[in-house]
């Protein structure tokens, strides 16, 4: 056996994030999931929209290089950043044998508005995206489908909401998630009787109508995996 037959093979490693933030869509005026892409500045796919992120650096952990490629090219520091998945086809680059380990993030809304806008960073509707640089929409499918599953049975919805937030606005989450209504007042009784989905003694000012109460995420009282989707009614 010679050196020639030790050398590994030649696969090189990135690192991409796809960041799902609700936004109003608008046309419909509907709370919708967006997500930022980058514009690639040079071959393959020059002039392509992507997704944000970069080669793995050997002197960080892959989790540090997907929060810093994100503060680079979005200025985004997600609270929620987790592995989705690893994406390893042979022919998914045109310029070698590339192994992408992808992240996802979920910001809130005021998080979202924070992040950097330009002719080279754009937000685009989840469901209405171009035709992205390398498998890129593969990707995103992929992530969409995690979120749509996971949001039924864990309490993932929370990252998008603030520190308080009313029953309404965590059922607009579960709506535009999910590309489906949902009726109030099930939802009501289903979110009261989550654990973990605490009442507060605060509400909504300035309405014309009764001001809605504000609630809040407990993580301590909440049981693994709840959702008001998975209370029965």
């Not at 029953?167 to 009784?189: G, I, K, M, S, T």
Request: charged residues 25%.
């Amino acid at each position: 056996m010679n050196a020639t037959t030790l050398r590994p093979p030649a696969i090189d490693l990135a690192v991409s994030t796809v960041i799902f933030a609700l936004r109003r869509h608008p046309e419909s005026g509907l709370p919708t999931v967006w997500l930022p892409l980058v514009r690639r500045v040079s071959d393959p796919f020059d002039g392509r929209w992507a997704l944000p992120g970069g080669w793995a650096d050997p002197a960080e952990t892959l989790d540090d290089t997907a929060a810093r490629k994100l503060r680079e090219t979005t200025r985004l520091e997600p609270s929620y950043l987790e592995q989705l998945y690893c994406f390893g086809e042979v022919d998914r680059s045109p310029s070698g044998r590339v192994v992408s380990v992808v992240y996802w993030a979920l910001v809130r809304a005021d998080e979202a508005a924070r992040a950097l806008e330009g002719e080279n960073v754009r937000w685009f509707a989840a469901d209405e995206l171009p035709d992205l640089a390398f498998d890129h929409n593969a990707i995103v499918d992929y992530a969409l489908w995690r979120l749509r599953t996971k949001v039924e049975y864990a309490r993932i919805a929370h990252a998008f909401l603030g520190e308080t937030f009313t029953l309404a606005q965590l059922r607009e989450v579960y709506e535009a998630v999910l590309q489906r209504p949902l009726d109030p007042a099930n939802f009501r009784r289903q979110a009261e009787a989550t654990r973990g989905i605490v009442r507060t003694d605060e509400v909504v000012t300035g309405g014309r109508h009764r001001p809605p109460r504000l609630y809040r995420y407990d993580p301590d009282l909440a049981d693994p995996g709840a959702s008001p989707l998975a209370t029965t009614a």
